[in-house]
């Protein structure tokens, strides 16, 4: 069974850090794209950073330089640290992972019904 589990999220002042992971289920293919997505209520979801299998990461630009995803094919975990965040970054967060290339998953993936993705954790920026 395909599982995709997210933590770490919560309420954090403008200017905090916060680090989000996603434990990722055996199943998933390795080779596989793993990536972040945050959905504001209302909104259609959106990529934040995806990151290959050999490491090699993307971000939206609206993150880059603040965001760094990382992940750990021992542990089966994905991570994503976050700093400098802004009450704009206020969103519910996802893991995901999809077979794709990750720079077509990052700008498209967010409004695919395909691929896996997690339940979403909450992440709350306050001024």
């Known amino acids: 069974q395909v599982q995709l589990v997210e933590s770490g999220g919560g309420t954090v002042q403008a200017g905090g850090t916060l680090r989000l992971s996603c434990e990722v289920s055996?199943?998933?293919?390795?080779?596989?794209?793993l990536a972040w997505f945050r959905r504001v209520s209302g909104k259609e979801r959106e990529g934040v950073a995806a990151?290959?299998?050999?490491?090699?990461?993307e971000y939206a630009d609206s993150v880059q330089g603040r965001f760094t995803i990382s992940k750990d094919n021992a542990k089966n975990t994905l991570d994503l640290q976050m700093s400098s965040l802004q009450p704009e970054d206020t969103a519910m967060y996802y893991c995901?992972?999809?077979?794709?290339?990750?720079?077509?998953?990052?700008?498209?993936?967010?409004?695919?019904?395909?691929?896996?993705w997690g339940q979403g954790t909450q992440v709350t920026v306050s001024s």
């Open positions: 990151i290959d299998f050999d490491g090699k990461p």
């Open positions: 055996r199943s998933i293919n390795s080779a596989w794209c």
């Open positions: 995901a992972a999809d077979p794709s290339k990750c720079s077509v998953f990052l700008q498209y993936g967010g409004s695919w019904t395909r691929g896996y």
